[in-house]
Every structure is written in C-alpha cells, then in structure tokens.
C-alpha cells in the first residue's frame, strides 16, 4: 500500500499517451538543475538513485574494472505531457565526470540537452561540455544569471565555452517558467534546424 | 578543475532492502529493453500473485492505476533504478506489466516528435 501514490489521477499519464521523449538538463554543482526541472514540471519532481560502480575520474578510466567500489547518485526529473499522445520527460543530471555510468543510461535515447552554466563559474561547465560532447547529444545553452552581477556579454561565454557559431546560447532564470520553457524551445527549435 | 562533492553523493548504497535479496542475486547489469522512459502498467488478463515476491506485489499495485514511466516508478517506490529494471522486467515476462516503448533509436530524430513537443511547449507556455 505504501507505495501506491496517495491521490489523484495526475499521477498517472493520460490514456492516450503512446509516446514518451527525453531532454537532459545539465550542468555543474548548484547551477539549477533541480530548480529548472521543478519549475516545468507537472508533477512534483521525482528523484531516483542509480547504484552505480565508481571508476576513477575520467571517461578513458570506465573500461578499467579495477579497484571499484559502488556508490548512488541522484537524478531528478519531471514530467510534461504535451500532446494527447506524447510525453516529454526532463532528466536532470549531474556533471562530474566520475557519474559517467549514470550518463550512459540517461542519455541513451535523449532527443538533446540543455546546458545550464553560470557564467561567473564558466570552468566549471568544462566537465560537462566534455560530457556532452562525448556522448554526442546535441545542446544548447542556457545562461542562468544569478543575482545582478555584471552582464557577461554572450560572445565571452562563447569563446570561454569553445561553443561553435551554431550552437543556440540563451539567458534562462530557471525559476520562471516562461524563461525556462523559452530555453527547451530554443533547444527544440535548434534540434529541428539539424534535420535540415 | 574540481567541483565540490555533493554529500549526499558520498553516502554509501541504502535502499529499503539490499538489492541482491529483492533481485534474487540477478545482477545490476543495464537490462536494455527496459530504458528509464518505458511505459508500463498491468497487464488486463495478467496470472495470479499470490506466490509473487512482496516488492513485486507493490510495484504491481503501483502500477495498476495506469502508466507509469520506469523512472517515476523507481522514483515513487525509492527503489534504485537497477533493482527496479530487473524486478520490471521479470514481471514484464511473465505476463503481469505490459510496456510501451520508448522511442527506437533510429526515430530520434523524428521530424514529428520534434513537431510535437515545440508545439505543445509554445501551446503551454508560449
Ligand atoms: N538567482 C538565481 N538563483 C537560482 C536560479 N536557479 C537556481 N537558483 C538557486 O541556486 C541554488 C541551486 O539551485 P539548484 O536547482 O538546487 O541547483 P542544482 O543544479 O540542482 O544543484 P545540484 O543538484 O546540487 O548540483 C538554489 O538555491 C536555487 O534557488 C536562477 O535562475 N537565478
Ligand atoms: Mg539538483
């Protein structure tokens, strides 16, 4: 009984619904990747761990089976059912290259990512551009400005970044849902423009 | 280039029964016709549980109010995703959930997935 959800049906998808699609939301520590996916979701944000082996720093390190010891990470994600017949769900995701396990599996099947960067910890995103880069997931960026420092003008960001000249950049306050949902369309917008 | 541990990344494994004993010893390995965005929900004409692990009892009556993703069933029973997958699966094959694929992965990059979700992103929030 426990884990029969309290309520309502809302927990549950809509009958109807055949399809389900994946965007990663990604970034380093505390760029707001919780924020962001609480804010679109429709659901309260569900949180899962993944058991998982810890190998070491890099992604070269993976193959190596030596001296693991297993660990959990966290994920969270949210949900938005956009059409009668499709689902979309926001997996958030950590950056740190030793999660790469969890990046495998999550980012098996995702139409693309948003990045989330601070652009006053820019070194910081490196690990996670190697990462998307990696894993070939196409991205855009969207630039979560916290409290009123002074603008980075975007073409910094884009040479700190390395980011090539058609790879969408966008300004993002995860906690406003008109701001976030501008991002994932940005990201949409430019996923579709990669099929022409 | 370090970034700063979360805490709760370095406390070690506790899920509500150790997963050896709830996967009868099956390994975590990633069970790849089950992906974290499979939709399942019970089977209509699915076997008796009576003789049905506990855990998979539950995930069974969680599963009966409709469709869930794989994620959002570990996500409601704090099951780590591994355990969850196995136990998924075998009830999966023997006749009691019934899943939905996700989409293949020739299709990605479907025009009309695409279509979709920009629509029903700018219909909602545009
Ligand atoms: N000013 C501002 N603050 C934000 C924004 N987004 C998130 N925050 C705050 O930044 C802090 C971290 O946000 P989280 O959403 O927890 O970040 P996270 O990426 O999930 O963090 P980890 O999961 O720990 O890596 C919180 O206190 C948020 O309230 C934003 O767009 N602007
Ligand atoms: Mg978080």
Redesign the interface.
Known sequence: ?????DSD?S???R?S??????ILVVG??AVGKTTFIGTMSE?PP??????MTRAGEGIDDLKGTTGKT?????MD?G?????E?????L?GT???QRFVQVW???S??A?GALVLVDPERL??S??VMDLVEHYGIPYTIAVNRFGDRPDHADEEIREALDLLPETPLVSCDARD??SS??A??TL??Y??S??N | ?T????P??????T?LVP?YVITNGRS?L?DDTL?????VTTAQDAPAVQHLDPEKR??L??CS?????V??I?????F????VKILLSDLTQGGYLVT?A??P?AK??D?N??????????A???
């Not at chain 1, 017949?85 to 769900?89: I, N, P, Q, T």
């Not at chain 2, 780590?80 to 355990?83: F, H, K, L, T």
């Open positions: 009984m426990a884990f029969k959800p049906e927990v549950y998808l009958e619904v055949q399809t389900a699609a994946k380093h520590f659901i569900l949180r899962t761990e993944e058991v297993t660990t959990t990470v966290a994600f949900r938005l059912t956009l059409s017949e499709l689902v979309l769900y997996f950590p950056g740190q495998e599996d999550i098996r099947g139409l070194d910081e490196f690990p849902q008109r949902a501008n994932l369309i949409v917008r996923l579709q990669r099929l | 280039m970034t700063p541990d979360e709760e990344q370095e406390q070690p494994a899920p997963a975590l990633d992906s974290l965005i499979t939709l539950r995930l009556e969680l109010g409709g469709h869930l993703s994620a959002e570990a996500g409601h029973t704090q780590p995703v591994g355990v939905r996700p989409i992965a990605l990059v025009r997935i695409l279509e979709q979700v920009l629509h029903g992103l700018q909602r929030f545009g």
